[in-house]
């Protein structure tokens, strides 16, 4: 699993409660991180060296916790690596657009992944008949890597992004980003009950589930207590932290290393 920083461990969260059996590999390009801005091009370079990192470790399946790094890098991910399952981050538009009471959604997510075809793809077949409010969360991913989601900052963004939105009628929020269910608590001060947040993340988990199964690449049950190696090609502090915070439940299992790629 990697992300360009802690980000995908929001979707660790969820792959971990589902399938508690399997060891996890996670690398955070936390010395690039964000990826949002940066050219898909280079995206896709820095993807490529993470991948085969991971494939050198013996990962059985690579699951892309990065919204931006899904939209610049996954197709080409499986083009070259034909025999590794790819499970990317898809943005929730289909279930928001069927859930909507207002026929109003919003989409918060980087221009990296508002700007890829996947997201364009999905908007153009499962959004015709709502209406679409997109935002690009600049500054978001920055924070949540600080530690500061919480945050009085966090919070003064989130309403620049969210209220116009909230005047539009939006009651579905698509999380289009693995670092923004972190920022769940402010998203919640700022709409105040009048949006339902959209996660995909659960259902990348199902997803990683299904094709574990389908392969047999499922992990023994008998095998307790896997093991959680984290690597980051930045400061390994701000990871272990984030992992202490937000899945404490891991942090007997868990080791951290700085990468070099």
């Keep these: 699993m990697f992300d360009s920083g802690v980000g995908g461990l929001s979707v660790l969260r969820e792959v971990a409660a589902l399938l508690p059996c399997e060891p ?66 898809e943005p929730a ?15 918060l997510a980087t221009s ?3 700007q890829g075809r996947l997201f364009n793809h999905t908007k153009e077949r499962y959004a015709a008949n709502v209406e679409l409010h997109v935002a690009a969360g600049n500054g978001l991913v920055e924070l949540v890597e600080q ?7 966090a919070l003064a963004l ?16 698509v999380l289009g980003c693995t ?15 009048r949006m339902v947040i959209v996660n ?16 047999n690449l499922l992990a023994d049950h008998a095998a307790a207590h896997p093991a959680y190696e984290f690597f980051s090609t930045g400061d390994v502090n701000i990871l272990e932290q984030m992992q202490k915070k937000h899945l404490p ?13």
């Design 112 to 114: 990296g992944t508002l």
């Design 147 to 153: 530690g500061r989601e919480d945050s009085p900052e």
């Design 24 to 89: 996890v590999r996670y690398v955070a390009d936390a010395a690039r991180c964000p990826y949002g801005p940066r050219p898909a091009s280079e995206v896709l370079k820095l993807s490529l060296d993470i991948v085969k990192f991971l494939l050198e470790k013996k990962c059985k399946l690579i699951v892309v916790a990065c919204n931006t790094a899904t939209a610049a890098a996954i197709d080409t991910l499986r083009k070259l690596f034909p025999h590794v399952p790819f499970v990317g981050m």
């Design 158 to 173: 989130l309403r620049t992004y969210l209220q116009p939105m909230l005047d539009s009628r939006v009651d579905e929020l």
């Design 93 to 107: 538009v289909k279930p928001a657009a069927e859930q909507s009471k207002t026929r109003s959604v919003g989409i």
């Design 249 to 261: 439940q891991l942090s007997e299992r868990c080791s951290f290393q700085a990468l070099s790629l």
């Design 200 to 215: 995909p993340a659960p259902a990348v988990a199902v997803q990683v589930k299904r094709l574990l199964a389908q392969r």
């Design 179 to 193: 670092h923004y269910p972190f920022l769940k608590n402010s998203i919640d001060k700022v709409a105040q009950g």
